[in-house]
């Protein structure tokens, strides 16, 4: 009489399954070295945008445009490195000052390295893409390979890559540069050099005397310029709360003094 042994359904599972894998197409395998969760999480920040290139190949595009910064944008720390935006970036002002990396890899001329450009002016014709950089001459060669920036210029219009990063703006506070037109019942000042996220939502200022624990909502005037119209004379030293398109907040104690003067700079001891 033989005997007859019947596998069991384990042996037969792990018959079936050494099998399948025998007649797996190799380019299927999974590959451990193909996957990588910080790179994707990396390339997943970037997005896709248009980038052309204003005022001279050496310059900074303008004097500060749109934004009021004058020629401060010639000088360290922006030292050029400014960008005029689409609509979606200027956002009617409320842009100025935020940061982002730029970078490209559709001419060969690109290194593919990412440059930090601060919005600094407005490019309201720029609609063709629904993100659009109008970069200076310097900040557009800065994308380039090393030696190659004037190729790159030459192609005048790039498909790019970009993503938000904070302002970083080492050693240097904020800065308030008091409007020329200001007086004792209009107070209106430029606002520079935001680390972090680099553009505001909200503007308030306290006067001493009087009801000096009330913070006085200022109004956007044009570009980084904020502005208060109280109708009676404003009493110095003023102190300036901010806070940023990220939330947070922080005040400027008596920044301005007493005695202030239009087109005056005021130089704070804070930042974010």
């Given amino acids: 009489m033989a005997l007859v042994l019947q596998p069991s359904s384990s042996m037969f599972t792990l018959v079936t399954l050494f099998s399948i894998l025998l007649n797996l197409n190799p380019s299927s395998c999974f590959n451990p070295k193909l996957f990588s969760v910080s790179?994707?999480?990396?390339?997943?920040?970037?997005?896709?945008?248009?980038?052309?290139?204003?005022?001279n190949p050496d310059g900074a595009g303008s004097d500060?445009?749109?934004?009021?910064?004058?020629?401060?944008?010639?000088?360290?720390?922006?030292?050029?490195?400014?960008?005029?935006?689409?609509?979606?970036?200027?956002?009617?002002?409320k842009g100025c000052g935020a940061c982002y990396q730029v970078k490209c890899t559709t001419n060969a001329a690109c290194s593919g390295n990412p440059a930090t450009v601060v919005i600094t002016d407005e490019c309201p014709g720029c609609t063709s893409e629904s993100v659009h950089f109008d970069l200076s001459g310097i900040a557009f060669g800065a994308m380039a390979v090393s030696g190659q920036e004037g190729q790159l210029r030459n192609a005048g219009v790039l498909q790019i890559q970009y993503k938000r990063v904070d302002c970083n703006y080492p050693g240097v506070t904020l800065v308030?540069?008091?409007?020329?037109?200001?007086?004792?019942n209009y107070f209106a000042t430029l606002i520079e050099y935001e680390d972090g996220a680099g553009d505001l939502t909200e503007v308030y200022l306290k006067q001493s005397g009087g009801d000096s624990d009330s913070w006085l909502l200022m109004q956007e005037s044009w570009g980084a310029v904020w502005k208060l119209d109280s109708g009676s004379a404003l009493q110095a030293p003023f102190s300036i709360k901010l806070t940023a398109s990220n939330g947070q907040a922080l005040v400027a104690n008596n920044v301005i003094p007493a005695g202030w003067q239009a087109g005056q700079t005021y130089r704070s001891l804070v930042n974010f």
């Fill in 39 to 55: 790179r994707l999480q990396s390339d997943s920040d970037w997005a896709a945008a248009g980038a052309t290139w204003y005022g």
């Fill in 64 to 93: 500060g445009g749109a934004c009021g910064y004058g020629n401060a944008v010639e000088n360290s720390p922006f030292s050029k490195m400014v960008s005029a935006g689409g609509p979606s970036l200027f956002k009617s002002g």
């Fill in 176 to 184: 308030f540069r008091v409007d020329s037109g200001s007086n004792p």
